[in-house]
């Protein structure tokens, strides 16, 4: 049985899990050792069966206790050498990552990690680098896709490709331009390598997802400039206007900035 949690998805701090039987891997490690240690006693998950840690970029909201996890637990971090040097930059990363523990991996090349098969693909973001994940365990797919400046073709046939996807609404465009945001943050935000809006992710749904499509998590939302509700709303409705069948059994969730999601079971 394959499973799949979020700990925590936002700029406060974000971190899932992906795991089968013994066997399991971190994404990103943005939330404090404590949190987490609560959240595995909560879940009954054990910290043994954390076998490797993979980072997505470079940004705090991403790594900040990426260090202190890895070298409290003894788990190799595997992420890109534009990573792992951005990580080594960061001043709120305080407990660096050891030596011992850290892995290279490429965009592009397959990593076979226990019964995993991950390849990491390109992801536009204002960090030094960003990669999503696509993990093929059996012959299920799940791709996570956070932090997206901008739908690349790359990106678009990692949609087509999933099964299962973990992909970015963070911000409602009109909450956006008629918040408090400063202009230039606006500007960052909406550029090309800033975040996907609720509209343009459900727009790369559409263009993109095939009818082996079966559940969607929307991520990284904003607080300030988004709603868990209008997030799904959007994208639901995009769906539904598609009207070609493919998304009629399609889940849609919204994983939540602060709160834990349920363990999802990937069938």
Avoid at 5 to 24: H, L, Q
Avoid at 109 to 129: A, M, N, Q, W, Y
Avoid at 226 to 239: W, Y
Wanted: hydrophobic letters at 35%; aromatic letters at 10%; proline letters at 3%.
């Amino acid at each position: 049985m394959l499973n799949f949690i979020s700990f925590g998805s936002g700029s406060c701090g974000n971190c899932y899990y992906i795991f089968a039987d013994e066997f399991g891997i971190l994404i990103d490690v943005g939330i404090g050792i404590r949190k987490l240690k609560k959240y595995f006693i909560d879940y009954g998950l054990s910290w043994s069966n954390v076998k490797y840690i993979l980072v997505t970029h470079d940004h705090a909201d991403h790594v900040k206790a990426v260090g202190l996890v890895s070298n409290t637990y003894g788990i190799p971090v595997y992420a890109t050498e534009k990573v792992h040097e951005g990580i080594c930059r960061n001043y709120c990363v305080r407990k660096k990552i050891e030596p011992a523990n850290v892995r290279l991996l490429s965009v592009g090349e397959k990593l076979r990690l226990g019964d995993f098969c991950i390849t990491p693909f390109h992801v536009p973001h204002d960090s030094l680098e960003n990669v999503g994940f696509k993990i093929v365990y059996g012959d299920r797919t799940l791709c996570l896709m956070t932090d997206v400046g901008h739908l690349t073709d790359e990106l678009g046939r990692m949609v087509g490709e999933a099964e299962y996807l973990v992909i970015e609404a963070n911000y409602d465009e009109e909450m956006l331009w008629a918040g408090v945001y400063p202009d230039y943050l606006k500007k960052r935000v909406s550029g090309g390598n800033g975040h996907l809006s609720n509209k343009q992710c459900a727009q790369a749904i559409v263009d993109n997802a095939t009818k082996k499509l079966r559940r969607v998590w929307l991520c990284h939302l904003s607080q300030e400039n988004n709603h868990p509700e209008l997030a799904r709303k959007t994208v639901e409705l995009e769906l539904k206007r598609a009207g070609d069948g493919r998304f009629d059994t399609v889940d849609i969730d919204v994983l939540r900035r602060n709160v834990p999601s349920s363990i999802y079971e990937i069938r």
